[in-house]
Every structure is written in structure tokens, then in C-alpha cells.
T-cell receptor, first 115, second 115 residues
Framework: EDQVTQSPEALRLQEGESSSLNCSYT??????LFWYRQDPGKGPEFLFT???AGEEKEKERLKATLTKKESFLHITAPKPEDSATYLC????????????????FGKGTKLSVKP | DADVTQTPRNRITKTGKRIMLECSQT?????MYWYRQDPGLGLRLIYY???????NKGEISDGYSVSRQAQAKFSLSLESAIPNQTALYFC??????????????FGPGTRLTVL
């Protein structure tokens, strides 16, 4: 069964304390791995897409990496405004919900950054 | 203007009432989705549509129906609302192919409370 698991469920950091969020995926043929940021009560905001193992993408203090089994979201010197829930999702070439390209979401990691 | 809009943003209703949530997009995407989000359960797919003539059930379609009135409009209905349908509802859109394939763009959400 295709699935996406994120860890930890919650992470508390001090401002400037770098860390990583993990996303493990089991998908029959990966079309893409996606990272989103979600603020409370708002819609998920797209961050990155990764398509193949070894690929890396960066945006400000965030860097996403991909292996054949997992993805990491590295946060370097975080600031309080980085506090949010980070969602990981995978799209497979095989059917999910009946279609290629539909996303399987993890439950997210809630990040809190204290000043 | 936002690329994906949802109306209403908040709705309180009573058990047994019929409710319609509406979604419009200006991204020109063919694919549209409806999700619900509950604490601890993450995002779950209710229905998705590839075009006006193609509508498919997702993971949790019981108690819901949809209508794709045009490429840009996708509505979700609760025929007879019940309290366990209280949740945050999101509409999303995506392309199937091209440089941004499968990247889903989300609306701001509708907070629905069923009393």
C-alpha cells in the first residue's frame, strides 16, 4: 500500500538551531515528492517538488533532498516566522484513488521556533 | 486576486441541512480536487475531477457529492450534513503534465461546523 510517513510529529527549536524533518515514502513508481508549508487555518502553500533521487532544491533557509526511500527538509538557522506545519506528499505512477498524479499526504510535522 | 478561491470561508449549519461549498480557479488547470482536513488525520481526498466530464471518488466520498460546472469551477455538496462532517475543507488544482505536473495549488479553505 502506498503511504507517506513524516517524523517527528512536532519539533521545537530555538531560533538559529538548525534541524531536519523526515518524510519516508512507499510509492510504486515515484512521479514526484512535494513539500508544503501550512499556517493554522490556511491552505497549504507549495514549497518544492523533487523528481529523482539525489535532487536538491533550496529556498531561503529551507533545503529539500530526496533519496529512493525518503526526503528531508533541512532548516538552517530558523526564525520564529518559520513556525508552521510542514507537509510532505508523494505522487506515484501507479494508481492512488484511481489516478496517476494524485497526492498521498503525510500527517505533517508541526515546527515551533522560539526566539 | 487569488488563483484558487473558495466560498464561503466559514459556515455554521445544523444537522440535516444541505450545504454547498464552491471553488473557482484562474490557473487554467484541468484537474481539481476536494479535501477535508481533521486534526490528527491529515488531508483526505473526497473527490477529484480531470475535466468537466470526468469526476471520480476519492478516499472518503460517502455523504458528499460534487459538480464540475466548468473547467474553472468545482462545487462540493453535503446532501444532509452531520456533525462528523465538521472539518476544514480545501479545494486544489493541478496540471497533469508539463514542468509543474502534479503540483497542487490550494485555496484558503472553508471552515464548516455542523451542529
Amino acid at each position: 500500500e502506498d503511504q507517506v510517513t513524516q517524523s517527528p510529529e512536532a519539533l521545537r527549536l530555538q531560533e538559529g538551531e538548525s534541524s531536519s524533518l523526515n518524510c519516508s515514502y512507499t510509492v510504486s513508481g515515484l512521479r514526484g515528492l512535494f513539500w508544503y508549508r501550512q499556517d493554522p487555518g490556511k491552505g497549504p502553500e507549495f514549497l518544492f517538488t523533487l523528481y529523482s533521487a539525489g535532487e536538491e532544491k533550496e529556498k531561503e533557509r529551507l533545503k529539500a533532498t530526496l533519496t529512493k526511500k525518503e526526503s528531508f527538509l533541512h532548516i538552517t538557522a530558523p526564525k520564529p516566522e518559520d513556525s508552521a506545519t510542514y507537509l510532505c506528499a508523494a505522487a506515484g505512477f501507479m494508481n492512488y484513488g484511481g489516478s496517476q498524479g494524485n497526492l498521498i499526504f503525510g500527517k505533517g510535522t508541526k515546527l515551533s521556533v522560539k526566539p | 486576486d487569488a488563483d484558487v478561491t473558495q466560498t464561503p470561508r466559514n459556515r455554521i449549519t445544523k444537522t440535516g441541512k444541505r450545504i454547498m461549498l464552491e471553488c473557482s480557479q484562474t490557473k487554467g488547470h484541468d484537474r481539481m480536487y476536494w479535501y477535508r482536513q481533521d486534526p490528527g488525520l491529515g488531508l483526505r481526498l473526497i473527490y477529484y475531477s480531470f475535466d468537466v466530464k470526468d469526476i471520480n471518488k476519492g478516499e472518503i466520498s460517502d455523504g458528499y457529492s460534487v459538480s464540475r460546472q466548468a473547467q474553472a469551477k468545482f462545487s462540493l455538496s453535503l446532501e444532509s450534513a452531520i456533525p462528523n462532517q465538521t472539518a476544514l475543507y480545501f479545494c486544489a488544482t493541478s496540471d497533469f503534465a508539463g514542468p509543474t505536473r502534479d503540483e497542487q495549488f490550494f485555496g484558503p479553505g472553508t471552515r464548516l461546523t455542523v451542529l
